[in-house]
């Protein structure tokens, strides 16, 4: 595992845009896993500028969400593939049939997170997985005390997820009870894994991904595992994070603390 540190938000948005245009750059039809929430929107919007100033192109690009709300609709204001559509989609150049979010509203979700494991699977599997972390150390929506041998499957959220999630919804009542979320041995099978993490409450699950037990208490340690994973975090993130096990050499000079 690799760890570059930067300064704060915008550096660590902007590290891990240049990182992952690289590499679609270098394969245009670069298979990409996606992920939600507040963090990664800064390395969207890079994307979305370099597209507009066309340095980057997803023409070719194939896309897969982590995970989605069980019980909405895609067009649900709150829904992850609502998401994905308002923050990143509508502004580059990718075709919509290729961005896959699971649904939220299939008739029969076992059998739909087969689907989607069997979609990825021809589409010849996951060359870079972007992931935040939750405060509880959750990837995607696996939760603590998840099996680390899960591909997509139905997860229950946690009071604290459904609580830190809250935000984005008029109340608790109205946060969904249930996920679809690939799962840990999903993750795991990407070929690349980039991990983003920014501010002071994520400093703990940072720090127990890093140097705990590798542990289903702890979903995201089983990252250790991983033959190609580096975690992008601003210094807040990172605070846990002693100097020694920091990688230099991934962070651009300009967007180190
Ligand atoms: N399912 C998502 C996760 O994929 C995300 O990593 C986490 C942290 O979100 P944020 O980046 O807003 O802190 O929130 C949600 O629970």
């Given amino acids: 595992m690799k760890i570059a540190v930067q300064k704060d938000y915008d550096a660590m948005s902007l590290c891990a845009a240049r990182l992952t245009a690289e590499e679609i750059n270098k394969h245009p039809e670069l298979v990409l896993g996606l992920a939600t929430g507040s963090t990664p929107l800064g390395m969207y919007r890079n994307w979305i500028r370099m597209v507009k100033d066309s340095s980057l192109s997803f023409a070719g690009v194939t ?10 609709p895609p067009n649900h204001p709150q829904s992850y593939r609502q998401f994905m ?7 580059i150049d ?3 049939a290729r961005t896959f979010v699971p649904n939220g509203i299939s008739p029969d ?6 689907e989607y494991d069997l979609r990825i699977e021809k589409a010849g599997g996951i060359d870079i997985q972007i992931l935040g972390i939750g405060r509880n150390g959750h990837i995607g929506f696996n939760e603590p005390g998840e099996d680390f ?3 997509t499957h139905v997860v229950k959220l946690s009071e604290s997820t459904r609580q830190a999630n809250s935000r984005f919804f008029p109340s608790l009542d109205d946060v969904p009870t249930h996920a679809i979320t690939m799962g840990l041995k999903s993750i795991m099978k990407a070929r690349k894994v980039i991990l983003l993490a920014s501010g002071e409450d994520k400093s703990e699950a940072v720090f127990r991904a890093v140097f705990g037990d590798v542990t289903e ?3 995201a340690s089983i990252l250790q595992l991983h033959p190609n994973c580096i ?5 807040a993130a ?7 096990a920091r990688d230099w050499s991934l962070c651009m000079a300009d967007t180190r603390p």
């Fill in 63 to 72: 896309t897969f969400n982590l995970d989605e709300y069980l019980g909405l």
């Fill in 85 to 91: 559509n308002e923050q990143l989609f509508r502004y």
């Fill in 94 to 96: 990718i075709n919509p």
């Fill in 109 to 114: 979700p076992l059998r739909h997170c087969k």
């Fill in 149 to 151: 041998g899960q591909l």
């Fill in 217 to 219: 208490s702890h979903p």
């Fill in 231 to 235: 975690f992008v975090l601003d210094e």
């Fill in 238 to 244: 990172a605070s846990k994070i002693p100097a020694d």
